[in-house]
């Protein structure tokens, strides 16, 4: 078996004292390995200031990238949006010389509120999660990342404990194991 890849994980959760699934997740992810750097970005940035430089570098030394968020507004918490708004860099992560992320992986960990059911052209929410990833998809194409399968949870206020804790552990498992494709 091939050695599991270098992964970044990003988690961009406003109120993880609060939180069933990312929590979880999140401590899945740090204990997935040494190959797997997990950065918390509100508790790193409680100011938004985010150091630019230090994101980019733990980009570049990582084969795959994970996302990690719970839905909002079907979107992004506020954190992870001005994460991309300032780290994917023009001429950094697009543009003419914007090669840095070139070849490497994008994975988005989700969790919704919402259930598998309103996410359908007949659910409350009109459009399945994927229709709402479209601007993800495409940022990671602009950049030239390969955009995995999302690892997604949905409908959180509906199920137990031992599913959250069972979807952690599989998560965990992944990160643990993922060699590429
Ligand atoms: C401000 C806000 C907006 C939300 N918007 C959505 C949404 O658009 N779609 C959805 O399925 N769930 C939505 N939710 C529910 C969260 O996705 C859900 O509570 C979260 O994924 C649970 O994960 P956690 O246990 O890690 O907090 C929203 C929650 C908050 C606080």
């Known amino acids: 078996m091939s050695n599991p890849v270098s992964t970044l994980v990003l988690v961009a959760h406003p109120d993880l004292s609060h939180s069933r699934c990312n929590a979880r997740r999140l401590r899945a992810a740090r204990d997935a390995g ?6 918390d970005l509100y508790a790193l940035y409680p100011d938004y200031l985010i150091d630019v430089a230090a994101e980019q570098a733990a980009l570049q030394s990582s ?9 909002q507004w079907y979107s ?3 954190m992870m949006k001005l994460w991309i708004d300032e780290v994917l860099a023009f001429n950094w992560a697009y543009g003419p010389q914007g090669r840095a992320l070139q070849g490497k992986e994008l994975m988005l960990s989700l969790s919704a509120g919402g259930g598998v059911n309103a996410y359908q052209p007949q659910g409350s ?7 709402f990833l479209a601007p993800y998809e495409q940022t990671a ?6 955009f995995l399968k999302p ?30 494709s």
């Open 34 to 39: 040494p190959h797997v750097q997990v950065r």
């Open 63 to 71: 084969q795959l990238i994970v996302w990690q968020h719970p839905v």
């Open 76 to 78: 992004m918490p506020a």
């Open 125 to 131: 929410n009109r459009h399945t999660l994927d229709t």
């Open 141 to 146: 194409h602009l950049c030239g990342l390969r």
């Open 151 to 180: 690892w997604v949870l949905y409908g959180l206020s509906h199920l137990s404990d031992v599913q959250v804790n069972d979807d952690a552990a599989r998560y965990g498992d992944f990160l643990s194991n993922y060699s590429g």
